[in-house]
Protein backbone atom coordinates (compact mmCIF):
# COMPACT_ATOMS: atom_id res chain seq x y z
CA UNK A 1 0.00 0.00 0.00
CA UNK A 2 1.07 3.85 -0.61
CA UNK A 3 -0.46 7.33 -0.65
CA UNK A 4 -1.76 8.39 -3.75
CA UNK A 5 0.91 10.31 -4.25
CA UNK A 6 3.89 7.89 -4.07
CA UNK A 7 4.66 8.10 -0.44
CA UNK A 8 4.15 6.04 2.45
CA UNK A 9 4.83 2.93 0.63
CA UNK A 10 4.76 -0.52 2.96
CA UNK A 11 4.54 -3.73 2.76
CA UNK A 12 0.90 -5.54 3.96
CA UNK A 13 1.48 -9.41 2.98
CA UNK A 14 3.92 -11.69 2.86
CA UNK A 15 4.04 -14.41 0.09
CA UNK A 16 6.81 -16.68 1.11
CA UNK A 17 7.46 -18.78 -1.84
CA UNK A 18 4.06 -17.86 -3.40
CA UNK A 19 2.84 -15.16 -4.89
CA UNK A 20 0.08 -12.52 -3.64
CA UNK A 21 -1.48 -10.39 -6.48
CA UNK A 22 -5.23 -9.00 -7.57
CA UNK A 23 -5.64 -6.81 -4.61
CA UNK A 24 -8.64 -5.10 -4.01
CA UNK A 25 -9.11 -2.40 -1.04
CA UNK A 26 -12.28 -2.57 1.00
CA UNK A 27 -14.69 0.45 0.86
CA UNK A 28 -13.33 1.60 4.54
CA UNK A 29 -9.41 0.94 3.25
CA UNK A 30 -9.24 -0.83 6.22
CA UNK A 31 -8.62 -4.86 4.79
CA UNK A 32 -7.65 -5.75 1.35
CA UNK A 33 -9.33 -8.83 -0.59
CA UNK A 34 -6.69 -10.91 -3.02
CA UNK A 35 -5.88 -13.68 -4.59
CA UNK A 36 -2.69 -15.98 -3.47
CA UNK A 37 -0.63 -19.51 -4.38
CA UNK A 38 -1.32 -19.57 -0.42
CA UNK A 39 -4.09 -21.77 1.07
CA UNK A 40 -5.82 -25.07 0.55
CA UNK A 41 -7.46 -25.51 -2.42
CA UNK A 42 -8.22 -28.15 -5.26
CA UNK A 43 -5.66 -28.53 -8.00
CA UNK A 44 -6.45 -26.28 -11.11
CA UNK A 45 -6.38 -29.22 -13.47
CA UNK A 46 -8.19 -26.84 -16.14
CA UNK A 47 -5.49 -24.17 -16.19
CA UNK A 48 -7.60 -21.46 -15.38
CA UNK A 49 -5.73 -19.53 -12.25
CA UNK A 50 -7.97 -20.59 -10.12
CA UNK A 51 -6.29 -20.10 -6.40
CA UNK A 52 -6.45 -18.79 -2.32
CA UNK A 53 -8.79 -15.78 -2.08
CA UNK A 54 -7.52 -14.23 1.37
CA UNK A 55 -8.56 -10.78 3.54
CA UNK A 56 -5.73 -9.58 5.28
CA UNK A 57 -6.49 -6.22 7.35
CA UNK A 58 -3.96 -4.09 7.10
CA UNK A 59 -3.19 -2.82 10.35
CA UNK A 60 -3.06 -6.16 12.02
CA UNK A 61 -1.95 -8.33 8.93
CA UNK A 62 -4.54 -10.87 9.57
CA UNK A 63 -5.36 -13.12 7.39
CA UNK A 64 -8.15 -15.57 6.59
CA UNK A 65 -9.05 -17.56 3.59
CA UNK A 66 -12.95 -16.82 2.04
CA UNK A 67 -12.12 -18.91 -1.07
CA UNK A 68 -14.27 -22.48 -1.49
CA UNK A 69 -12.17 -25.70 -1.57
CA UNK A 70 -12.00 -25.38 -5.25
CA UNK A 71 -10.58 -21.56 -5.01
CA UNK A 72 -11.37 -18.80 -7.40
CA UNK A 73 -9.74 -15.46 -8.49
CA UNK A 74 -10.45 -11.96 -9.45
CA UNK A 75 -11.80 -10.96 -5.99
CA UNK A 76 -14.17 -7.79 -5.50
CA UNK A 77 -15.11 -6.01 -2.48
CA UNK A 78 -18.65 -4.40 -2.98
CA UNK A 79 -18.73 -0.69 -2.66
CA UNK A 80 -21.35 -1.26 0.34
CA UNK A 81 -18.89 -3.73 2.09
CA UNK A 82 -21.17 -6.36 2.67
CA UNK A 83 -19.75 -8.70 0.37
CA UNK A 84 -16.88 -9.92 -1.74
CA UNK A 85 -17.54 -11.20 -5.79
CA UNK A 86 -15.15 -13.59 -7.31
CA UNK A 87 -14.99 -16.37 -10.33
CA UNK A 88 -14.81 -19.57 -9.55
CA UNK A 89 -15.48 -22.91 -10.89
CA UNK A 90 -19.24 -24.25 -10.45
CA UNK A 91 -20.77 -26.96 -8.21
CA UNK A 92 -20.43 -29.98 -10.62
CA UNK A 93 -17.34 -28.14 -11.82
CA UNK A 94 -18.28 -27.87 -15.37
CA UNK A 95 -18.40 -23.96 -16.47
CA UNK A 96 -17.34 -20.70 -14.39
CA UNK A 97 -19.54 -18.24 -12.93
CA UNK A 98 -19.75 -15.51 -10.08
CA UNK A 99 -19.77 -16.31 -6.41
CA UNK A 100 -20.67 -14.28 -3.20
CA UNK A 101 -19.05 -15.01 0.06
CA UNK A 102 -18.99 -12.23 3.01
CA UNK A 103 -15.91 -10.64 3.84
CA UNK A 104 -15.54 -13.49 6.74
CA UNK A 105 -15.85 -15.56 4.69
CA UNK A 106 -19.38 -17.13 5.27
CA UNK A 107 -22.41 -17.24 3.49
CA UNK A 108 -20.67 -18.49 0.03
CA UNK A 109 -23.57 -18.24 -2.77
CA UNK A 110 -23.14 -19.66 -6.38
CA UNK A 111 -24.65 -16.87 -8.97
CA UNK A 112 -24.94 -19.52 -11.86
CA UNK A 113 -27.92 -19.53 -13.83
CA UNK A 114 -30.01 -22.71 -15.80
CA UNK A 115 -29.03 -22.79 -19.10
CA UNK A 116 -26.38 -19.90 -18.89
CA UNK A 117 -22.83 -21.31 -18.86
CA UNK A 118 -20.42 -18.81 -19.52
CA UNK A 119 -16.72 -18.27 -18.59
CA UNK A 120 -16.64 -15.28 -16.42
CA UNK A 121 -13.28 -12.60 -16.47
CA UNK A 122 -13.00 -9.96 -14.04
CA UNK A 123 -15.58 -7.95 -12.44
CA UNK A 124 -16.55 -4.62 -11.34
CA UNK A 125 -19.57 -3.53 -8.82
CA UNK A 126 -22.05 -0.38 -9.91
CA UNK A 127 -21.42 2.37 -6.89
CA UNK A 128 -24.69 1.44 -5.34
CA UNK A 129 -23.70 -2.11 -5.27
CA UNK A 130 -26.61 -3.80 -6.86
CA UNK A 131 -24.78 -4.55 -10.12
CA UNK A 132 -22.06 -6.25 -11.82
CA UNK A 133 -20.37 -5.71 -14.70
CA UNK A 134 -18.17 -8.72 -15.86
CA UNK A 135 -16.29 -10.34 -19.13
CA UNK A 136 -17.81 -13.68 -20.12
CA UNK A 137 -18.14 -15.73 -22.78
CA UNK A 138 -20.12 -19.28 -23.41
CA UNK A 139 -17.49 -21.33 -24.70
CA UNK A 140 -16.23 -19.82 -27.69
CA UNK A 141 -13.55 -18.04 -26.62
CA UNK A 142 -14.76 -14.02 -27.31
CA UNK A 143 -15.17 -11.92 -24.64
CA UNK A 144 -18.16 -9.15 -23.88
CA UNK A 145 -19.25 -7.50 -21.47
CA UNK A 146 -21.91 -8.34 -19.50
CA UNK A 147 -23.85 -6.68 -16.30
CA UNK A 148 -26.62 -8.70 -13.93
CA UNK A 149 -28.27 -8.15 -10.29
CA UNK A 150 -26.00 -8.82 -7.13
CA UNK A 151 -28.22 -11.63 -7.20
CA UNK A 152 -27.73 -13.02 -10.58
CA UNK A 153 -30.86 -11.94 -12.51
CA UNK A 154 -31.38 -10.02 -15.43
CA UNK A 155 -28.32 -10.82 -17.02
CA UNK A 156 -27.77 -8.52 -20.05
CA UNK A 157 -25.27 -8.60 -22.84
CA UNK A 158 -23.92 -5.47 -23.51
CA UNK A 159 -21.07 -5.19 -25.96
CA UNK A 160 -20.92 -7.53 -29.38
CA UNK A 161 -17.07 -7.99 -30.52
CA UNK A 162 -15.86 -9.36 -33.37
CA UNK A 163 -14.04 -12.89 -33.36
CA UNK A 164 -10.47 -12.98 -33.47
CA UNK A 165 -8.12 -15.80 -33.60
CA UNK A 166 -6.73 -17.40 -31.70
CA UNK A 167 -9.45 -18.10 -29.53
CA UNK A 168 -9.76 -16.14 -26.17
CA UNK A 169 -7.08 -13.35 -27.46
CA UNK A 170 -9.31 -10.83 -28.04
CA UNK A 171 -12.64 -9.84 -27.49
CA UNK A 172 -13.77 -6.79 -24.33
CA UNK A 173 -12.87 -6.72 -20.68
CA UNK A 174 -14.47 -4.86 -18.12
CA UNK A 175 -12.55 -2.04 -16.40
CA UNK A 176 -14.89 -0.03 -13.84
CA UNK A 177 -18.31 1.97 -13.68
CA UNK A 178 -18.59 5.80 -13.75
CA UNK A 179 -18.94 7.38 -10.20
CA UNK A 180 -22.39 8.21 -10.71
CA UNK A 181 -23.17 4.47 -11.96
CA UNK A 182 -23.85 6.05 -15.49
CA UNK A 183 -21.22 4.75 -17.61
CA UNK A 184 -18.43 2.21 -18.15
CA UNK A 185 -14.77 2.17 -19.21
CA UNK A 186 -13.52 -1.16 -20.51
CA UNK A 187 -10.68 -2.21 -22.93
CA UNK A 188 -11.63 -3.38 -26.34
CA UNK A 189 -9.30 -5.66 -29.24
CA UNK A 190 -11.26 -3.93 -31.59
CA UNK A 191 -9.02 -1.79 -33.04
CA UNK A 192 -5.89 -4.32 -33.04
CA UNK A 193 -4.55 -3.46 -29.84
CA UNK A 194 -6.18 -3.74 -26.53
CA UNK A 195 -7.45 0.57 -25.65
CA UNK A 196 -10.01 1.64 -23.84
CA UNK A 197 -13.66 2.32 -24.32
CA UNK A 198 -16.16 4.35 -22.24
CA UNK A 199 -20.23 3.71 -22.71
CA UNK A 200 -23.26 4.01 -21.24
CA UNK A 201 -24.74 0.94 -18.55
CA UNK A 202 -26.77 -0.06 -21.26
CA UNK A 203 -24.39 -0.28 -23.58
CA UNK A 204 -24.93 2.42 -25.98
CA UNK A 205 -22.95 5.34 -26.98
CA UNK A 206 -19.78 3.41 -27.36
CA UNK A 207 -16.79 6.21 -27.28
CA UNK A 208 -12.67 4.76 -27.82
CA UNK A 209 -10.76 6.50 -25.28
CA UNK A 210 -6.97 5.47 -26.20
CA UNK A 211 -5.06 4.58 -29.76
CA UNK A 212 -1.94 3.60 -28.74
CA UNK A 213 0.39 0.13 -29.71
CA UNK A 214 0.09 -2.42 -27.62
CA UNK A 215 -2.37 -2.93 -24.49
CA UNK A 216 -4.22 -0.30 -21.92
CA UNK A 217 -6.54 -1.52 -19.36
CA UNK A 218 -8.69 0.30 -16.66
CA UNK A 219 -7.92 -0.27 -13.01
CA UNK A 220 -10.93 2.73 -11.39
CA UNK A 221 -12.58 5.33 -12.36
CA UNK A 222 -12.09 8.36 -9.74
CA UNK A 223 -14.96 10.61 -8.14
CA UNK A 224 -12.68 13.12 -9.36
CA UNK A 225 -13.43 11.76 -12.81
CA UNK A 226 -10.31 10.78 -14.16
CA UNK A 227 -9.75 7.31 -15.34
CA UNK A 228 -6.43 5.27 -13.81
CA UNK A 229 -5.56 3.06 -16.70
CA UNK A 230 -2.39 0.51 -17.09
CA UNK A 231 -0.42 0.66 -20.71
CA UNK A 232 2.27 -2.10 -21.66
CA UNK A 233 3.98 -1.26 -24.47
CA UNK A 234 5.99 -4.09 -25.01
CA UNK A 235 6.69 -7.44 -23.50
CA UNK A 236 8.12 -5.37 -20.03
CA UNK A 237 6.99 -7.60 -17.30
CA UNK A 238 5.06 -4.47 -15.33
CA UNK A 239 2.89 -1.60 -16.81
CA UNK A 240 3.17 2.26 -16.98
CA UNK A 241 0.36 4.29 -15.43
CA UNK A 242 -1.45 7.10 -16.87
CA UNK A 243 -4.77 9.03 -15.71
CA UNK A 244 -7.41 10.57 -18.50
CA UNK A 245 -10.63 12.23 -18.60
CA UNK A 246 -13.51 10.40 -20.46
CA UNK A 247 -13.19 13.38 -22.80
CA UNK A 248 -9.98 12.08 -23.56
CA UNK A 249 -8.63 15.16 -22.61
CA UNK A 250 -5.76 16.34 -19.72
CA UNK A 251 -3.67 12.57 -20.40
CA UNK A 252 -1.46 12.37 -16.96
CA UNK A 253 1.67 9.73 -16.19
CA UNK A 254 2.03 8.21 -12.86
CA UNK A 255 5.46 7.20 -12.83
CA UNK A 256 5.35 6.34 -9.12
CA UNK A 257 3.00 3.79 -9.86
CA UNK A 258 5.76 1.82 -11.64
CA UNK A 259 6.72 -1.60 -10.17
CA UNK A 260 2.83 -1.94 -9.44
CA UNK A 261 1.59 -4.62 -10.95
CA UNK A 262 -1.65 -4.91 -12.84
CA UNK A 263 -4.21 -4.81 -11.22
CA UNK A 264 -4.37 -2.09 -8.89
CA UNK A 265 -6.88 -0.37 -6.55
CA UNK A 266 -7.50 2.88 -5.07
CA UNK A 267 -9.78 4.02 -2.01
CA UNK A 268 -11.38 7.45 -2.41
CA UNK A 269 -12.54 9.57 0.41
CA UNK A 270 -16.29 10.14 0.44
Known sequence: MMNADGTGRRRVTRSGPGFDFDPQLSPDGRS???????GRYLPDTRGIGLEGIFVVDVQTRHEHPVHPPRGGLFPSWSP???????????SDLHGESIHLVTPAG??????????????????????????????????????????????????????????????????????????DGKQLVFSSWQSGDFDLFVMNADG?????L?????????A??????????????????????????????????????YGAGDPLDWVQPR
Open 210 to 218: TDWPRGDGA
Open 106 to 179: TNLRDLAEPAFDAVQEGLAWSPDSRRIAYSGHSGDGNWAIWTMNRDGSDRRQLTFPTPVFPRGSGGDHIGAWSP
Open 220 to 257: TWLRSGQIVFSHFSGDEPLPHWYMINPDKTKLRSLPWF
Open 32 to 38: IVFRTSR
Open 80 to 90: DGRAIAFSALQ
Open 204 to 208: SDVRQ
